[in-house]
């Protein structure tokens, strides 16, 4: 499972013109899942990106998890803050273009099961008290954001020791 993670200060996506996710404050995610990913894969990814310190504390430094910042507002729900993830499946992250000029997809998995593993990602993202809005799978879609740092993350579950 692969995964671009970037803080943002807005995201939504669009299906036909219409939106269909849209967040505040917070993470975009684009997922590709790969041949012989897991449950497991998906649980690893959650809760990394769950936690993941990446915005910034009253000092300046990056030491709070999203799950810090969504629950940071005194009084409010954390799905009330609007914060919280916009998942967008991406096959296009399993590109392999070492060779000649039209990438190759066939580390990607099937759609049946990158859609199961996308949807079980976005349960648990959920499951851990969080917004979760995302786009349509195998749709074309317009994503929009705007980039707080910036700041983008690269994670995959295939460089994973012993996992």
């Known amino acids: 499972m692969r995964t671009v993670i970037q803080r943002v200060k807005n995201a939504s996506v669009q299906v036909e013109g219409a939106v269909t996710g ?13 041949q012989g990913d897991t449950e497991k894969d998906a649980d690893w990814m959650v ?61 990607a998995a099937a759609p049946e099961k990158a859609k199961e593993l996308y949807e079980y990602f976005m349960m648990k993202i959920r499951q851990q008290g969080l917004l979760c809005e995302c786009g349509e799978f195998q749709a074309h879609m317009k994503v929009v954001y705007t980039n707080d740092g910036p700041v983008t993350i690269l994670l995959d579950t295939s460089q994973l020791l012993n996992s």
Do not use: C
Request: aromatic share 6%.
């Open 47 to 107: 809760e990394k990106i769950a936690n993941l310190r990446i915005f910034n504390d009253n000092d300046g430094k990056m030491n709070l998890s999203l799950k810090d910042v969504a629950d940071q507002r005194e009084g409010v729900a954390p799905l009330a803050s609007q914060g919280g993830v916009l998942a967008i499946s991406q096959f296009t992250l399993l590109a392999d273009a070492r060779k000649g000029r039209r990438p190759s997809w066939h580390e």
């Open 22 to 34: 849209s967040i505040t404050r917070g993470l975009l995610v684009y997922l590709g899942v790969a």
